[in-house]
């Protein structure tokens, strides 16, 4: 059992920057890999970013290719999320996941942190 702890959500102007950090606490004896979901108000969780265990491999929204980064830390139970040029529709509360793959989809992670509030004002 893990625990994903999410910070560094605030509220940034149209153009500004964050970054999301995704810390692992509990039994982080597997090797995780680590996933970025985001959900507004009223709408489906959807996919931002996700990164495997070495960090060598990334994937991306298509929304968000390009202005977001992902990355790990070298302790590895460590992630983040770097957003520039944030736009406001990029607004919602976003959640660290942690599985097996760095899969796109949801169902495939196991451990998921409490989120943290994004938004965007224009």
């Known amino acids: 059992q893990v625990q994903p702890i999410e910070s560094g959500g605030g509220l940034v102007q149209a153009g500004g920057s964050l970054r999301l950090s995704c810390a692992l606490s509990?039994?982080?004896?597997?090797?995780?890999?680590m996933g970025w979901f985001r959900q507004d108000t009223g709408k489906e969780r959807e996919f931002v970013a996700a990164?495997?265990?070495?960090?060598?491999?990334?994937r991306y929204a298509d929304s968000v290719k390009g202005r977001f980064t992902i990355s790990r830390a070298n302790a590895k139970n460590t992630v983040y999320l770097q957003m520039d040029s944030l736009k406001p529709e990029d607004s919602a509360v976003y959640y660290c996941?942690?599985?097996?793959?760095?899969?796109?989809?949801?169902?495939?992670?196991?451990?998921w942190g409490q989120g943290t509030q994004v938004t965007v004002s224009s």
């Open positions: 509990g039994r982080t004896f597997s090797r995780y890999a």
């Open positions: 996941a942690a599985g097996y793959d760095s899969s796109s989809s949801a169902r495939e992670y196991t451990y």
């Open positions: 990164i495997n265990w070495s960090g060598g491999s990334t």
